[in-house]
């Protein structure tokens, strides 16, 4: 296994659990980086997905900022974001659009279904976080976030998504199997599975299980 991945003129790398680097003639994104290089690159910009730790890794995001650094989150972020200047923090809802840029971006919605903390409470409950589309020098890019299948993954089939970015590793997110019918539904060129192999859920198990779930209907690469 190698962590990067190159698509067209974009370079995919998992840094581990959700968190990615993705790269092209000199722009740098990074999605949730509660995990980063220890001299990483600064960012151009940084998604955050929803306010738990292993995603809006404040100490993280600190150290990838430049004074132009863009910081994409949802609402309950915030408080976490505080330091961010105000300029370059842009709070989004759900189900927003917006382009950064040459970066085009679309959030869609990321929840819980079927994954509760206690009777009926849910790890992630709707409009908690988001997933976040994004299209980067013409590659189109899916971030699920953290997330069971949800209804709103159906308008994606119309997205073209080249690349999918799918947690499998169950518990708080879909498992392989939940993940692998998010691929029938939301139909990319390529599956990365996520959230898995960072001691906190998910391991190569489940990544394995799901390429073997995939099977023929895209091409599965595992990081």
């Not at 029938?184 to 192999?197: C, E, R, S, Y």
Request: aromatic share 10%.
């Amino acid at each position: 296994m190698v962590n990067s991945y190159v698509y067209g003129m974009v370079s995919v790398e998992w840094l581990g659990h959700s968190s990615f680097r993705i790269s092209t003639q000199g722009k740098i994104i990074y999605i949730d980086p509660y995990i980063i290089d220890d001299n990483a690159f600064r960012a151009d910009i940084i998604f955050v997905t929803h306010e738990h730790h292993d995603h809006c890794a404040v100490d993280n995001i600190k150290k990838l900022l430049k004074e132009t650094t863009i910081v994409v989150a949802p609402q309950s972020c915030l408080t976490k974001l505080a330091f961010v200047p105000r300029q370059n923090l842009k709070l989004l809802g759900p189900e927003d659009v917006t382009v950064f840029g040459d970066v085009q971006i679309k959030t869609i919605p990321a929840y819980n279904v079927n994954k509760f903390r206690s009777l009926s409470i849910p790890y992630h409950p709707k409009n908690y976080g988001f997933g976040v589309v994004f299209t980067l020098a013409g590659v189109k890019v899916y971030h699920a976030g953290d997330t069971d299948v949800v209804p709103e993954m159906h308008d994606l089939a119309n997205y073209n998504i080249d690349i999918a970015l799918l947690p499998v590793g169950g518990t708080y997110t879909m498992d392989a199997k939940e993940a692998a019918q998010a691929v029938q539904i939301i139909k990319p060129k390529v599956a990365i599975p996520m959230h898995w192999g960072a001691n906190i859920v998910g391991t190569q198990e489940d990544a394995n299980k799901f390429k073997e779930l995939v099977g023929s209907t895209c091409e599965v690469v595992i990081l």
